[in-house]
């Protein structure tokens, strides 16, 4: 042994001693905490015991206080902060974001964060309606949009926050701040405080959103085979017919999204575009510029023709997406961008080709197919009805019949919802939020009823209520000119 070696040794058992040390310190203030947890969730659990005994009994019967391993035990603490701990200070407990669950349930929030869900808040906040209610209406207390819109994050930034980037940023938090309750998102799902898997995976669980005027999937569901089985038999793990959560939250996936989305509408491809400048040689200088910006490719099922497209296009005219040229506008990005309303064929295909692929645990390829493109079908259909009404409304707006109101800037423009100033812009707008998506939702959700009592019969009888107003307006805008005209020629 040479003698350098020595203290060497020394050194090293030095440096193990205070390793070993160290660790015990930290086992023994792990120990210290776990016990300071412990007594402070007796706090918290001992006064609301009186103060809120059912928040404390559900508590006490969720998986968070009986985790399978006692270590992981989830305490009231971990949600709200340990800052109140007296009868006075309530304002110092703090609310749980969808970043707290995160911060224990990883995947679960990764996914979520991905899907549209996370853009809720958001998305409502893109629409001129939304800007024109009272705040009673649309933000507080949760009433109304922000209490089904409460899903999203808040503080996504989009266009109309100043932020014209494809992608949506994000604030740090501030708006969150200005809400104390309804940032926690995950919780439309699992509620409080029981947060169960078990009353996520019921289609029930989505039924207080997903139904009535414009999206009723629930009512759907329930009057197709699927959810009438699901009704009669039970919801067990190996139950014969799917629930939503089978259909769109697949394998337990959080980010959900469809192929067509909410509104039925697709980003038209170059191809298509281009192939429509054959059809309307005279918008050759507009669909050239467009379709330079358009994605490339093909979909799946039923792919575009130029009808199509030049119904669509007129679509997303009217909802001021596209500008009177064919041109994308400011909503294009703060609506199909960055709130991703639409999808590209990419995009289309793949959440299509998914969606097929788990029908076929039940059903064969085919019946698969022709499902889907029979709805295709529905859904272009409905589109050339609504684009007929649409041309008639902008012709009157061409020809100065109707005056584009104050503080528009679009017109007619379909996001104003029921704030259109005329009665055919009020038909116009129950096609684009109710007839039309009834159609198409209740084509692929196989309800029979929805997609033909509520939804394509009553969008003829508005398209044909819409036809006759066009030509009774012009006829008085006719009659008032001739008979100013005849005014004008006594008076000389
Ligand atoms: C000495 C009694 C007491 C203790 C201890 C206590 N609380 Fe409270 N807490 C209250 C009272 C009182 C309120 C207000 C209730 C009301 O508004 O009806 C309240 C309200 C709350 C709220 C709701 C705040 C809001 O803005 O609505 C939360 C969350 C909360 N407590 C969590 C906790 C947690 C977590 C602990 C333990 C760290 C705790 N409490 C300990 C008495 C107590
Ligand atoms: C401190 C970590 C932690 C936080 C924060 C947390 N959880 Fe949990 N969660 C757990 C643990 C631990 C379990 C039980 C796992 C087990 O039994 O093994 C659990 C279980 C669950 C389950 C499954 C329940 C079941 O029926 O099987 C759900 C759903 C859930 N949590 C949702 C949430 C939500 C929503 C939030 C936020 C509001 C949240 N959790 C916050 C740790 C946490
Ligand atoms: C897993 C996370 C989690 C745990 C654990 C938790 N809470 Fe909550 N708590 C929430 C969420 C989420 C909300 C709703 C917040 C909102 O509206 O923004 C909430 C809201 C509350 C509220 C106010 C809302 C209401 O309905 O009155 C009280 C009071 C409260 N919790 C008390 C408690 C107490 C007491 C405990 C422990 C016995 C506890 N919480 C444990 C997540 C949790
Ligand atoms: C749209 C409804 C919905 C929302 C919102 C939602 N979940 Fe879930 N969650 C479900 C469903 C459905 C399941 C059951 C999945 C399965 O096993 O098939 C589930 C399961 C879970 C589980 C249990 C996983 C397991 O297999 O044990 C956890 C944990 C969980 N979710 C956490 C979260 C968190 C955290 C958030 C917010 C970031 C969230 N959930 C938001 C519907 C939802
Ligand atoms: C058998 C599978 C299946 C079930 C069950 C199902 N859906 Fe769907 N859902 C679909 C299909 C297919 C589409 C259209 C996909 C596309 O865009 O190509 C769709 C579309 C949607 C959309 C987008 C808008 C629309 O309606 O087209 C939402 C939202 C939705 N479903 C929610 C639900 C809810 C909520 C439930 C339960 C009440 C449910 N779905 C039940 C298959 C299902
Ligand atoms: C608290 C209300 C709420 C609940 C509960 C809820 N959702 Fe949603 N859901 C929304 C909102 C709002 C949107 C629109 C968000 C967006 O498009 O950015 C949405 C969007 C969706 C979409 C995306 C449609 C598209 O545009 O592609 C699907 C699929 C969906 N939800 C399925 C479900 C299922 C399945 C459940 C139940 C397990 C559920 N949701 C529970 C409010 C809710
Ligand atoms: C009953 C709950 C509920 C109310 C109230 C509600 N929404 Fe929704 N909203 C939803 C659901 C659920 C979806 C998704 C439906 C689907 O995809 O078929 C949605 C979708 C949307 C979308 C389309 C999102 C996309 O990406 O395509 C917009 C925009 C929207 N809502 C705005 C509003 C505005 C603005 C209000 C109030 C004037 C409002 N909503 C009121 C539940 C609601
Ligand atoms: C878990 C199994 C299961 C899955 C997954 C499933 N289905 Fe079904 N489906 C059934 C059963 C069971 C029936 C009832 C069969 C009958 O009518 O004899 C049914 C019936 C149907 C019907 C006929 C409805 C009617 O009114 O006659 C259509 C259409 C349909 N399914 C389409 C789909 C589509 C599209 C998907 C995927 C998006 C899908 N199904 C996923 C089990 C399933």
């Not at 926050?161 to 104390?180: C, F, I, L, P, Q």
């Not at 910006?293 to 909802?319: E, F, H, K, M």
């Not at 707008?429 to 394509?456: K, P, V």
Request: glycine share 8%; charged share 25%; hydrophobic share 35%.
């Amino acid at each position: 042994m040479g003698l350098s070696a020595l203290p060497i040794r020394g050194l090293i058992g030095g440096l193990l001693f205070i390793a070993l040390s160290s660790v015990a310190l930290a086992a023994e203030m792990q120990v210290k905490k776990f016990d300071a947890d412990r007594k402070l969730q007796g706090d918290c659990v001992g006064c609301h015991i009186n103060v809120t005994p059912g928040i404390v009994k559900q508590h006490l019967g969720s998986p968070h206080a009986n985790a399978s391993n006692p270590e992981d035990e989830v305490l009231c603490s971990n949600c709200h902060g340990d800052k109140h701990v007296t009868m006075e200070d309530w304002q110092e407990a703090t609310m749980p974001t969808a970043d707290t669950c995160g911060e224990c349930h990883k995947k679960q929030a990764r996914e979520h964060s991905k899907g549209k869900h996370q853009l809720g808040w958001m998305v409502m906040k893109s629409q001129i309606a939304w800007h024109g209610q009272p705040g009673a209406i649309t933000e507080q207390g949760y009433r109304g949009c922000s209490g089904c819109h409460k899903i999203g994050k808040k503080g996504l930034l989009g266009v109309t926050d100043g932020n014209n980037d494809a992608k949506v940023a994000y604030d740090g938090g501030k708006e969150e701040a200005h809400y104390r309750y309804g940032n926690a998102q995950c919780d439309a799902c699992h509620t409080r405080h029981s947060f169960k898997k078990s009353e996520a995976k019921d289609p029930r669980a989505c039924s207080n959103c997903h139904m009535g005027f414009d999206h009723p999937q629930w009512e759907m569901y329930t009057s197709a085979k699927h959810g009438v089985i699901w009704g009669i038999e039970g919801h067990e793990e190996d139950a014969r017919a799917p629930t939503c959560q089978t259909c769109h939250l697949m394998e337990g996936d959080h980010e959900v999204r469809t192929p067509w989305g909410f509104l039925g509408l697709r980003i038209p491809t170059k191809e298509n575009v281009l192939a429509l400048i054959q059809v309307a040689p005279t918008l050759e200088p507009q669909l050239t510029k467009l379709a330079a910006a358009l994605p490339s490719g093909n979909y799946v099922d039923l792919d575009d023709d130029p009808t199509w497209t030049l119904d669509r296009a007129l679509i997303l005219q009217a909802a001021g997406v596209l500008d009177a040229d064919f041109q994308p506008t400011e909503r294009f990005v703060e609506i199909v961008l960055q709130a991703e309303a639409a999808r590209g064929p990419e995009e289309f295909n793949e959440l299509r080709t998914k969606m097929k692929t788990n029908c076929n645990k039940c059903h064969s390829q085919g019946f698969v197919e022709s499902h889907m493109k029979a709805s295709d079908e529905i859904l272009k259909a409905a589109d050339h009805e609504f684009a007929k009404a649409i041309a008639a409304v902008q012709g009157l707006y061409r020809d100065g019949i109707l005056k584009v109101p104050e503080g528009w800037k679009y017109a007619p423009d379909l996001l104003q919802y029921y704030d259109a100033k005329t009665k055919i812009e009020q038909e116009l707008y129950l096609i684009m939020l109710e007839y039309r998506q009834r159609t198409f939702q209740g084509a692929f959700h196989a309800s029979n009823d929805y997609m033909h009592w509520y939804g394509w019969a009553p969008l003829k009888t508005a398209v044909n209520t819409i036809l006759e107003e066009e030509k009774r307006m012009r006829a008085e805008h006719a009659a008032v000119k001739v008979s100013s005209n005849a005014a004008a020629a006594k008076k000389h």
